[in-house]
C-alpha cells in the first residue's frame, strides 16, 4: 500500500489543521492507522491510532482532548484533525498502516509509511 500525507501548513496558535493520508490499494479497510511525528534530533513518535473499524482510537497524552483521527475505509483516507495547536506541535507528521487491526502504539508494528507533511505552529 502506498500513503499519501496531506494537509499540513503554517498556523498560528491556537488555530486548527485537518490532515488527510490516502492510502492505495485494497487492504487499507483491514488494518490499523496511526499517526507520528517527528522534530529534527529526536525519534519518531506516537500521536494518534485508529483501529480497521474506526470502532477504537488512541491518543498520546500530549494530543488526547485536542487531536481527533478518523478514517472513511470507503474512501481509503485516514483523517488527523489537529485543534489548539501549540507550538510544540510542530513537527514532520507521518501516517502509516499497521500490520493488525487492533490499535497499537508501537512504531515496529507499523509500516508502509507516507512521505510527511511538514505542521508549524508559531507562537
Known amino acids: 500500500v502506498q500513503l499519501q500525507a496531506s494537509g499540513g501548513g503554517l498556523v498560528q496558535a491556537g488555530g486548527s489543521l485537518r490532515l488527510s493520508c490516502a492510502a492505495s490499494g485494497r487492504t487499507f479497510s483491514s488494518y490499523v492507522m496511526g499517526w507520528f511525528r517527528q522534530t529534527p534530533g529526536k525519534e519518531r513518535e506516537f500521536v494518534a491510532g485508529i483501529s480497521w473499524s474506526g470502532g477504537s482510537t488512541y491518543y ?5 482532548g485536542r487531536f ?17 495547536l501549540k507550538p510544540e506541535d510542530t513537527a514532520v507528521y507521518y501516517c502509516a498502516r499497521g500490520k493488525v487491526r487492533g490499535v ?6 507499523y509500516h508502509s509509511w507516507g512521505q510527511g507533511t511538514q505542521v508549524t505552529v508559531s507562537s
Not at 60 to 64: G, L, P, R
Not at 68 to 84: F, G, H
Not at 104 to 109: A, R
Open 60 to 64: 498520546a497524552d500530549s494530543v488526547k
Open 68 to 84: 481527533a483521527i478518523s478514517r472513511d475505509n470507503a474512501k481509503s483516507t485516514v483523517y488527523l484533525q489537529m485543534n489548539s
Open 104 to 109: 497499537v502504539t508501537t512504531q515496529d508494528l
